[in-house]
């Protein structure tokens, strides 16, 4: 035989197998209502979100670009760029495609080649030369080749989204950091004005002590409320510091605690409307990204039923050999094999069941886990609804409190410049109107914290 016959009974064995493999199909992977019913058999959907009073359009999926927020659009970028959790979720991904690179080679012959030249096979052996090419592939006929793939692919796709996700957490924990960072910067301020007012209040009641208009008690009242409002300086101020450091240390820089270049908090947007429950299922990556753990289990599993069956390989290989020796005789030989290798499992102690019933179970895990990941999705979507309207009403509340206590202060101004009240009064009320502010900007911050908590609860672009 010649390299022809070769050729030829490798493209004859090859057909032979395309037809085999054309009615050896592998599962479809779990999505939809089926894997809910898997995974949630009791559990009843809504049409709408219970906690929701808004309709119209879903909210826009690049989300961050609703607060028109320049500054943070940086910082984000930088992030992204730049944080740790990102290169390694970016580097996983890459491992994720040498696997299915590496499963997928086992879909094709293995080609291998050895050869000999000028030598002597042992002390007293012929000098030979020679080669022998040969060639090895598995007939996936039962698809266990097949379900690796998959699995493989699944895997890779479960990264991918677990990727989009620590990116939509990154984001978010950054947006929200910055406003915090702002906030403070604010409160602080306020608490400075808070404690030399507070620190004024306390002159003006020991000079009252002296000429005898106010008790040493109320000197020491005023003192102790004093040294109060300068600890509660320190305590924003270095909470400032901290929200400040979070924010470098998000984006990959050193923390300086560096001031933002804003302190201005943006506006709340327009009331979001959430759409239909189901419609999370898709939107966000870590549902998706579950999904995709179950259906790599599954795959995996059904490769290891697949050790139980029959293991069929088809061999060729193609030899030539020149010996110093016996060419003397014979001359230069060479040789054409074609052949199968059929390996049946017979007993192995238990150890193919076994490893069936592990990755069984996995499987089983794997479904659990997504059904807790979608009650989780749903439980954050209607947290956030609810806390959103709450400090909606609670921002209203607070912005009354600081409207009145604003008029209160004008008021004691003006009593005192007709000489009705000391100048105390008037240092009192700052601390007040003072207090009240620190509670709205607060509250705003917290606001705008709630809207974040329902974007993250809702899925989106991590991207502006």
């Known amino acids: 035989m010649n390299t022809d016959s070769l050729r030829k009974g490798l493209i004859n064995g090859s057909s032979w197998m395309m037809v085999l493999l054309s009615g050896c199909a592998i599962q479809d992977p779990l999505s939809g209502q089926a894997l809910r019913d898997q995974s949630l058999p009791k559990l009843a959907i809504p049409t709408q979100f219970s906690a929701s009073r808004v309709s119209g359009p879903i909210f826009d999926q690049a989300w961050l670009k609703q607060f028109n927020d320049p500054e943070l659009n940086d910082l984000v970028a930088e992030a992204l760029q730049n944080h740790p959790d990102i290169r390694v979720m970016a580097a996983r991904r890459l491992q994720a495609q040498a696997l299915i690179d590496a499963a997928g080679g086992a879909q094709y012959p293995g080609l291998g080649v050895v050869g000999n030249t000028g030598g002597r096979v042992g002390s007293s052996g012929s000098g030979l030369t020679g080669y022998y090419i040969g060639a090895n592939w598995e007939l996936d006929l039962w698809g266990r080749v097949r379900n690796q793939v998959a699995g493989a692919r699944e895997n890779a796709r479960a990264l991918n989204a677990e990727q989009e996700a620590a990116q939509l957490s990154l984001v978010g924990t950054l947006t929200k950091t910055v406003w915090l960072a702002r906030g403070l910067q604010d409160q602080a301020r306020l608490s400075e004005d808070n404690a030399n007012a507070a620190a004024r209040y306390a002159e003006l009641t020991a000079i009252r002590e002296k000429i005898g208009a106010s008790s040493k008690s109320e000197v020491s009242t005023a003192r102790a409320m004093a040294a109060q409002s300068k600890e509660a300086e320190f305590v924003i101020k270095q909470s400032r510091d901290q929200a400040l450091r979070a924010v470098e240390i998000l984006v990959g820089r050193y923390p300086h605690a560096k001031p933002l270049k804003s302190t201005e908090l943006p506006a709340l947007p327009p009331p979001v409307a ?136 004008r008021n004691t101004e003006q009593e005192f410049s007709i000489g009705r009240i000391d100048q105390r009064q008037i240092q009192q009320q700052k601390i007040k109107t003072n207090t009240t502010e620190i509670n709205v900007r607060q509250g705003q911050v917290d606001a705008l914290t709630q809207r974040v908590n329902l974007y993250l609860a809702l899925g989106g672009s991590p991207t502006p």
Do not use: C, H
């Open 274 to 409: 959430p759409g239909i429950p189901t419609d999370i299922l898709e939107r966000r990556p870590d549902i998706m990204a579950a999904e995709a753990r179950v259906n790599s289990a599954f795959y995996a599993a059904a490769e290891k039923r697949m050790a139980r069956l029959p293991k069929i390989s088809l061999t060729a290989g193609f030899g030539y050999i020149n010996s110093q020796v016996f060419s003397l005789v014979n001359g230069p030989s060479s040789s054409l094999g074609v052949g199968a290798n059929v390996m049946m499992p017979l007993f192995q102690g238990g150890a193919i069941e076994a490893q069936i019933a592990y990755q069984n179970a996995e499987a089983q895990a794997a479904l659990a886990n997504y059904g807790k990941v979608v009650l989780n999705a749903f439980g954050d979507v209607e947290n956030a609804l609810n806390g959103e309207m709450t400090w909606r009403e609670r921002t209203i509340a607070l912005q009354t409190q600081l409207k009145e206590q604003k008029q209160i202060l």
